[in-house]
């Protein structure tokens, strides 16, 4: 039957809205976003009953706004987005549950920064391996 047109039925239809459906129902999508002030995060809702917190710091465009304009985020794109219009700061569910929060840029300069952290414990662990004569050098082959 190559070559030949299938002529699309209500039935084709309803089967593909019932697929579509399930596939919905499949999905984690978000019920609501909230700004939290008390621990200045970011609150999603998930229509699973699960929550995804992330510190407002995190996400590009919203660590300079104000609590105001924070507490405009909206979820838009039949749940499968997150939106700070007056911000111009929007953010795909799916990127942010895997640990998007921005651009190429703006994840970078977060790496760069987590490798930057300082406690008692780096601090004295660099004093040790320094002790030791530091990081050996890498061998050329």
């Known amino acids: 039957m190559a070559g030949r047109a299938h002529a699309v039925t209500d039935v084709d239809i309803e089967a593909a809205y019932?697929?579509?459906?399930?596939?919905?129902?499949?999905?984690?999508?978000?019920?609501?976003?909230?700004?939290?002030?008390?621990?200045?995060?970011?609150?999603?809702?998930?229509?699973?009953?699960?929550?995804?917190?992330?510190?407002?710091?995190?996400?590009?465009?919203?660590?300079e706004a104000s609590p105001a304009q924070l507490e405009r985020g909206r979820v838009?794109?039949?749940?499968?987005?997150?939106?700070?219009?007056?911000?111009?700061?929007?953010?795909?569910l799916g990127g942010l549950l895997g640990g998007i929060y921005g651009g190429k840029r703006w994840m970078s300069e977060l790496a760069r920064h987590a490798g930057a952290t300082i406690s008692k414990a780096k601090a004295a662990a660099a004093r040790a391996n320094g002790l030791k004569g530091g990081r050996p050098r890498k061998r050329l082959l």
């Open 18 to 63: 019932r697929r579509g459906d399930a596939a919905i129902a499949r999905e984690p999508l978000a019920k609501s976003v909230r700004y939290d002030r008390a621990n200045d995060t970011i609150v999603i809702e998930m229509n699973n009953g699960a929550a995804l917190v992330i510190p407002r710091g995190l996400l590009q465009g919203l660590r």
């Open 76 to 92: 838009v794109v039949q749940r499968t987005a997150l939106s700070w219009p007056d911000l111009d700061a929007d953010f795909t």
